[in-house]
């Protein structure tokens, strides 16, 4: 009996796996498509953005403009996750603190 199920379980993992098997490809092949979609609506409208003089390409002031830009964003987002990382250690500090003096005043009135 013990073995029948485990044929059974064995059975239904390796259909399992191969059903996945089959899958995978498209899903990759999807994504890719996605992926591609999205980088030429970004380069669309980056050339929007930075194509001053609406030649339709980006040349190296438009570029150097654009690499500007996005490591300005970039600091700006490393400033916020520093200052969300601050807070959490903050938050953190003063619940142990907490926890500290809650345990102090129950040794207090325990004594």
Known sequence: MKIKRFIQLCTTLAAL????????????????????????????????????????????????????DQERIAAEKKEVAAQKKAAAAEKKAAAAEAKKEKAAAKKSRDN
Do not use: C, H, I
């Not at 092949?29 to 669309?44: G, L, M, R």
């Not at 930075?50 to 500007?68: S, V």
């Open 17 to 68: 796996v191969a059903v996945a098997f089959v899958f995978t490809p498209a899903m990759t092949a999807a994504e890719k498509s996605d992926a591609a979609a999205k980088k030429a609506k970004q380069d669309q409208e980056n050339l929007e953005k930075y194509d001053r003089n609406r030649d339709g390409k980006l040349d190296d002031e438009e570029k150097a403009a654009m690499k500007a």
